[in-house]
């Protein structure tokens, strides 16, 4: 049987012969090539090693990153209420004010960020707004009063602020 991808200036080349050309030439290098396979083999499970490595090293973060998140998120009612009674002088000379500092300090170690000020530009991704209150004096949306809050850690948003807003009359 003849090969009829062959050019027309060659002479035929009966498949037989070129099979059994490349059995001798696998059959030559048998040992270098087995070598070499065994080498890819190798560099591909060390990829890939690497690569499995790398990824739980990054889920792990993730997966700490949540738990930080949600153990904040579940206390921020608590802060809130100590936030008020410390604006109200309740917690002056007590020993709750010395709380109120390490569960802040405790914050901050891990990243927790307090949003939300009165001037501040509305941004809708960040703040409720509860009330939204025509202003002529205004160019733009902007904080007229905090109700709660907003709290961030790193780039995770855990509470947006609720609001009043001032907008343009």
Do not use: C, W
């Not at 991808?5 to 012969?17: F, G, K, T, Y």
């Not at 930080?68 to 002056?92: C, K």
């Not at 990243?111 to 960040?126: I, R, S, T, W």
């Amino acid at each position: 049987m003849t090969d009829q991808n062959q050019p027309e200036d060659l002479p035929p080349v009966e498949s037989d012969e070129v099979d059994q050309a490349l059995a001798d030439l696998a059959d030559d290098l048998g040992p270098q090539s087995k070598e070499a396979e065994l080498l890819v083999d190798l560099q591909r499970l060390q990829a890939e090693f690497v690569n499995y490595k790398t990824r739980v090293e990054r889920d792990r973060d993730v997966a700490r990153n949540a738990a930080i998140a949600e153990v904040f998120r579940s206390m921020l009612p608590a802060l809130d209420d100590l936030t008020r009674a410390e604006a109200h002088g309740d917690l002056e000379g007590s020993p709750f004010a010395a709380v109120v500092a390490k569960l802040r300090n405790a914050g901050d170690k891990f990243g927790l960020v307090q949003f939300g000020a009165k001037g501040d530009k509305f941004n809708p991704e960040l703040h409720n707004a509860l009330v939204q209150t025509p202003n002529p004096e205004v160019t733009e949306q902007v904080i007229a009063d905090v109700v709660e809050p907003g709290f961030m850690i790193g780039d995770r948003l855990l509470r947006p602020a609720m609001v009043a807003v001032f907008i343009p009359a």
